[in-house]
């Protein structure tokens, strides 16, 4: 009986030192995880914070809210670039 005591106690002393290590690695994965989000969130800010100052300057440059302007604007750049591809790949 104690040596079904004891191997029990044994099997469940390595279940125990499989979880703790499953532990670590899970700590640490974590811990690379918050640092690649924390990266993320500051890459995020300074995005957004160059977009706030493009769209900015594009309202100052275009210096209009009439919304025919603004889509004969945006039709005459979008055939602009298109007339630039074909001239760049033909």
């Given at each position: 009986m104690l040596n079904q005591q004891d191997e029990a106690l044994d099997d469940l002393d390595l279940a125990v030192n499989r979880v703790g290590v499953m532990a670590e690695e899970i700590?640490?994965?974590l811990g690379q995880q918050?640092?690649?989000?924390t990266e993320?969130?500051?890459d995020?800010?300074?995005a957004e914070e160059k977009l706030g100052l493009v769209m900015g300057k594009l309202a100052k440059l275009l210096k209009t809210k009439n919304k025919c302007q603004l889509g004969?604007?945006?039709i005459?750049?979008?055939?602009a670039?298109?007339?630039f591809f074909l001239v760049l790949y033909t």
């Open positions: 700590h640490e994965e918050n640092k690649m989000l993320l969130d500051d995020l800010a300074d004969t604007i945006l005459l750049c979008l055939i670039l298109i007339l």
